[in-house]
């Protein structure tokens, strides 16, 4: 039996269980006939349910990103943030966020080529075409302390970008360490899959500029600052919270045979263990500062957390033997700080400056909650991860064109949250759950 009207019988006493972890119950018995683009479907217990199985969304969607418009050798979400529902540019917005936005998609697109058993070769030809936009346009000039390094924002449709592209929050001539760290990361995957030596010398470019910039830390000041000028190397940003990606680039290359980057892999550890997991517990000032488009030094978010716990249930003991107890505290820190009630379903937010459930970490949020679930046994949190990806899939339209968030009906939008930083989360959780995939409404 399905229940389109939600009278949340089991869900109240799920979210009264986990009262202390949650920030803000207030709109608890709102309910939704309609979510974006679908009809909203519960079953009899008040579980949101899927507009359809998760797998028929996720080829619906990647076939209308497969069938982009190209132009100058790129389809065009590669070289655009803001792109509309017919694929054109909103004509007010023209900053964009190179790194973060290929270089999750170069890990969505690899890990989707995985999983469909590599018979789209369209598929890889598009995570090339992520790759060479961030080798070929997307570079600070081979000059300063962050040379030759893949910008954190730039100029929609630009190739390639020029010298004084910073947007958004950026300075012109500012970059954001951790932004290499995930578009370095990214490349070194592609190399992997390709062999394409492009992708292994851009890698290397941005993990070398890291490890020579790399600074002493302490308990306010992290291994490197939220964003530098690349011509002088001054920091503007003490703390930068997301290090899960600078790890996983170093990680990479070291697999490969480039081991000059384990000194500065194991004090970024250091950094990690001494001084940011104990500030979980306390005001968080060292998970400040994320998004490219904010600026507030006290500015905490949720993705560097759920990144970083991801990091940790991926590699486990190859990390520390307290990994149960790291995710759990980076999972917990992310639910007292940046849940929320949205339609009647438990979401995650952005940051302290936006908590509204954007595509881009509500899916992280559902994925990194189902990984826990799957790794260590504990259930507490498994079917709120699946509720909160049912949600954030809603978002995505009967052609398979997504918007950017679930809690507006609209096409297109941010890349990155639309698609990009969404597709590999959806199918980490798949990989913990199959059977959720093929789940009927």
């Keep these: 039996m399905y229940l389109i009207l939600n009278p949340f019988p089991g869900r109240v006493r799920r979210w009264l269980a986990l009262a202390p972890l949650l920030v803000n119950l207030g709109n608890l018995n709102a309910h939704s006939q309609t979510i974006s683009h679908h009809e909203a479907v519960y079953d009899e217990h008040g579980t949101l349910l899927p507009w359809a199985p998760w797998t028929e969304i996720l080829e619906k969607e990647m076939t209308w990103y ?3 418009p190209v ?3 790129y389809p065009r979400f590669v070289f655009m943030t803001f792109m509309t529902g017919d694929y054109t540019k909103r004509p007010d917005r023209d900053d964009f966020i190179p790194s973060t936005q290929n270089g999750m998609g170069i890990i969505s697109y690899l890990k989707y080529h995985a999983y469909t058993g590599k018979k789209n070769p369209k598929v890889l030809e598009f995570a090339r075409a992520m790759g060479n936009y961030l080798c070929k346009e997307a570079l600070t000039p081979d000059e300063g302390k962050y040379p030759r390094f893949t910008r954190s924002t730039g100029i929609a449709a630009r190739f390639p970008q020029p010298p004084n592209c910073g947007t958004q929050a950026d300075r012109p001539y500012e970059i954001q360490p951790d932004k290499g760290g995930i578009a370095g990361y990214a490349l070194a995957l592609l190399y992997k899959e390709t062999r394409d030596e492009l992708y292994l010398n851009q890698a290397l470019q941005n993990a070398r500029c890291l490890m020579n910039n790399m600074r002493v830390f302490n308990v306010s000041r992290s291994p490197w600052p939220f964003r530098a000028d690349y011509r002088t190397g001054e920091a503007r940003g003490e703390v930068t919270s997301n290090l899960a990606y ?9 697999a490969l045979g480039h081991t000059e980057f384990r000194p500065s892999l194991e004090l970024a550890l250091e950094y990690i263990e001494e001084y940011q997991i104990p500030n979980l517990s306390g005001e968080g000032s060292l998970w400040v500062q994320f998004f490219e488009d904010y600026e507030l030094p006290d500015n905490r978010n949720a993705w560097a957390p759920l990144n970083l716990a991801r ?3 991926e590699r486990r003991e190859g990390v520390t033997d307290k990994w149960r107890e790291y995710s759990l505290a980076l ?7 940046f849940t929320s009630i949205s339609d009647g379903i438990l979401v995650c937010g952005e940051q302290d400056g936006d908590k509204k459930p954007w595509g881009g970490v509500l899916s992280t949020y559902a994925a990194v909650l189902a990984m826990y679930s799957k790794a260590t046994g504990d259930n507490r949190f498994k079917g709120l991860a699946r509720e909160a990806m049912n949600y954030c899939l809603y978002a995505v339209d009967e052609d398979g064109c997504p ?6 009906r609209k096409r297109g939008g941010w890349q990155e949250d639309a698609h990009t930083d969404k597709i590999h989360n959806l199918l980490d959780a798949l ?3 199959p059977e959720w995939g093929n789940a009927a409404r």
Excluded: K, M, P, T
């Design 66 to 68: 497969l069938n982009c």
């Design 331 to 337: 999972i917990e820190f992310v639910n007292r700080n």
């Design 246 to 254: 600078i790890l996983r680039l170093f990680d990479e290359l070291i």
């Design 311 to 313: 990091y940790l249930l």
């Design 431 to 433: 990989s913990a759950y």
């Design 403 to 408: 918007g950017q968030l679930a809690s507006e």
């Design 71 to 73: 132009e100058n050798g």
